[in-house]
T-cell receptor
């Protein structure tokens, strides 16, 4: 599959802070997805983006599908302790296979 | 509603032993099914996917195989496990309506 570069690899954030992570690719995608994985669990879909330029929110989460179709970002506003986990971006072109980023590990300082 | 079941949750197996992990999906028909592996602290690596009964595509040549004997059943197998097969194995199905994948809760495999 296509290579996705996700950054940062990890972050420590203060409770109440806004945070941002992003994903870039050398290839274009038709769909961008953001997942969160809690320890010992499977990833859970947070936000799905289907159109270049699209900005979508889900509670305190906001994600955007880049105009070039080669990037996406995820913002978390007003962090809380349960935001701890690993966040993955994923891209889908026209085939059946999602390509995943390596993940951003988020740790919240109380 | 659709659900995905994956078992067992954890497994400790000796090197050279066989493996069989099972995944079943409920509430949908003819789903695309996937097996991923996640090494400790790493991202998700696609191992196999299936678009129908008996149809398996392998992404990474390795010590594992997959089968889809029924529409909503996907099995990951090995004849002889290696230490390097340790990891967190995730099954997923594709929700074509929402273009997202839904993952099972995973199997933590430790080969000793």
């Amino acid at each position: 599959g296509q290579q996705l570069n996700q950054s940062p690899q990890s972050m420590f954030i203060q409770e109440g802070e806004d945070v941002s992570m992003n994903c870039t690719s050398s290839s274009i995608f038709n769909t961008w997805l953001w997942y969160k994985q809690d320890p010992g669990e499977g990833p859970v879909l947070l936000i799905a983006l289907y159109k270049a330029g699209e900005l979508t929110s889900n509670g305190r989460l906001t994600a955007q599908f880049g105009i070039t179709r080669k990037d996406s970002f995820l913002n978390i506003s007003a962090s809380i302790p349960s935001d701890v986990g690993i966040y993955f971006c994923a891209g889908l072109l026209n085939d059946y296979k999602l390509s995943f980023g390596a993940g951003t590990t988020v740790t919240v300082r109380a | 509603s659709q659900t995905i079941h994956q078992w067992p949750a954890t497994l400790v197996q000796p090197v050279g032993s066989p493996l069989s992990l099972e995944c079943t999906v409920e509430g949908t028909s003819n789903p695309n099914l996937y097996w991923y592996r996640q090494a400790a602290g790493r991202g998700l690596q696609l191992l196999f996917y299936s678009v129908g009964i008996g149809q398996i595509s392998s992404e990474v040549p390795q010590n594992l195989s997959a089968s889809r004997p029924q529409d909503r059943q996907f099995i990951l197998s090995s004849k002889k496990l290696l230490l390097s097969d340790s990891g967190f194995y995730l099954c997923a199905w594709e929700d074509r309506e929402h273009y997202g994948y839904t993952f099972g809760s995973g199997t933590r495999l430790t080969v000793v």
